[in-house]
């Protein structure tokens, strides 16, 4: 979904996101220096990084999916304890700077990734706790950089359950290997910067059993989708010719319910993945748009990991970890993930406005600033307003939501009635988030008529004039008939500032 409105941007020309220039703030470190210097020594614990640049950036926090310091919004998002009766702040399991890499596994991506990094491509490992691991590599496109993230789980039985597959280079092949044997393939998402690498991964692992979301598209078409009310001689055809298109075998495409006729009818064993169901360890919630004004469906599965109570998603929500950029005494008062070490250079990173131009780039709202008093620390009333919340990524609402307010809303209904967990592992951003299905819920709080403005604002107080970039191409696409026309307010609860 991000890349498919950067592409947008790139080709009609929106001229209100502010352009970062690679020739003058995105510097590419050399990678020779990365490696030598950047690049940290391990001990024999997973995870522990220690001495050089990483040593000094090992207090800050990372950037993991999406303002205020924790303190302030664990009333709204911390749940209840974590055993000892402490309470569990937001991002009280989120280790930023505890990480694995393997640079000497290789990092070539080959065939060449479509977007960069393209020769080094590095891959950091996080552990997730509860028997999950989240596999990190960067992101980039024109003005934004982003982290996007594999997150895997072991199963009861031992094999390795795999959401949505990166790059796999030699440092990502041997940091996966090194959990346990791939048995099962989970593509969440037809968003093409989550399937770009599908099938270089899959020449790699070659035995592994492949489930995808609905509506995915390869090199030969699109794929289709299964829903509930078809036969089985249906799904297995379509299943066959959506392997043919995408140019990898897959097991089957995860169903959705279909027409609201359809409604009351239930997955059959033969529409379901082996981890899924009774029988398996996973609740699964489709969502599935496909409006005939796009260029194609939208789509994206939310599964529960029933053990573990864990909720993975790809974009359904987001988490900036929150910083106190408003002392200057901290030596990086802002949060550096330390992959983006691996493809910036220092004074690049260490400008104070680097991270939040970085998230506000990537969310798509303006990089307006404000004087903070501080010289060289300005505030960026879009940013401020994101930190340290689980919220509905702007661009999402902006481009999903007010185009089809009615599914999205039932999606996350459908998640939130499943339940069963107390935190979410995302694919950008921080991770992982501990909260559980009521704060999920309320990060989609503009979706329900419930909700008044006033808790709209405190929920996400994004001023109205931070909608600035997404207002201009909306009109835009709405204005030349380019996609489907928005129904729905988007900025529901934005003040003036």
């Known amino acids: 979904m991000y890349l498919t409105a950067l592409f947008l941007l790139a080709n009609i020309g929106i001229s209100s996101i502010e352009a970062w220039s690679t020739s003058e703030r995105l ?6 220096t990365v490696l030598s210097s950047m690049i940290p020594e391990y001990d024999s614990q997973e995870g522990v990084g220690h001495g050089g640049t990483s040593t000094r950036r090992g207090v800050i926090l990372q950037l993991g999916g999406t303002s205020l310091a924790l303190s302030r919004v664990c009333a709204a998002n911390c749940l209840e304890s ?62 934004v950089t982003a982290t996007i993230r594999t997150n895997v789980v072991k199963l009861d039985g031992g094999g390795l359950w795999v959401h949505n597959p990166l790059y796999p280079t030699g440092e990502y092949c041997a940091l996966l290997d090194e959990l346990g044997t791939v048995t099962d393939v989970a593509l969440g998402s037809n968003a093409l910067e989550h399937k770009a690498a599908m099938r270089s991964f899959m020449r790699r692992y070659p035995g592994a059993q492949v489930w995808v979301s609905p509506g995915q598209y390869g ?130 990173i260490d400008d104070p406005t680097f991270w939040p131009r970085t998230v506000l780039q990537a969310v798509f709202l303006p990089l307006r600033q404000l004087p903070s008093g501080i010289p060289d620390h300005p ?23 007010a185009r089809a307010p009615d599914a999205v809303r039932d999606w996350v209904s459908s998640i939130v009635q499943t339940g069963g967990f107390d935190r979410i592992l995302t694919a ?19 979706l329900y008529d419930k909700s008044t403005a006033d808790d709209l604002f405190q929920s996400l107080p994004i001023y109205c004039q931070d909608w600035s970039t997404l207002n201009s191409l909306n009109s835009f696409i709405d204005d030349n008939a380019l996609g489907a026309k928005t129904i729905f307010d988007y900025r529901r609860g934005c003040k003036a500032e």
């Open 27 to 32: 510097q590419r470190r050399d990678q020779s």
């Open 82 to 143: 974590d055993g000892n009766n402490a309470p569990l702040s937001l991002l009280s399991s989120y280790k930023p700077s505890e990480f694995k890499t393997l640079p000497s596994a290789g990092r070539i991506v080959s065939p060449p990734a479509f977007l960069p990094p393209i020769n080094e491509r590095a891959t950091y490992r996080y552990a997730m706790g509860r028997n999950a691991w989240a596999l990190e590599q960067l992101l980039a496109f024109q003005n």
């Open 219 to 348: 090199p030969f078409g699109s794929c289709g989708d299964v829903t509930f009310d078809m036969t089985q001689e249906e799904v297995e055809n379509t299943v066959r010719m959506a392997s043919k298109t995408l140019g990898y075998k897959i097991a089957g495409i995860i169903p959705r319910r279909g027409s609201s006729s359809t409604s009351d009818a239930v997955a059959q064993k033969y529409m379901l993945p082996r981890w899924a169901g009774e029988a398996g360890e996973f609740d699964f919630s489709a969502l599935y748009v496909d409006l005939p004004e796009n260029a194609g469906p939208v789509s994206e599965i939310a599964f529960v990991h029933r053990s573990s109570k864990t909720l993975v998603v790809t974009d359904a929500v987001i988490c900036v970890p929150p910083v106190d950029a408003s002392n200057p005494t901290n030596e990086k008062p802002f949060p550096i993930q330390p992959i983006f070490s691996t493809y910036f250079d220092d004074p690049t």
């Open 379 to 401: 505030i960026f009333p879009g940013y401020k307003a994101l930190e340290g919340r689980v919220v509905r990524a702007p661009i999402l609402r902006a481009f999903a939501d």
């Open 428 to 446: 950008h951003f921080a991770s992982p988030i501990n909260v559980g299905p009521k704060e999920f819920e309320l990060a989609f709080a503009h």
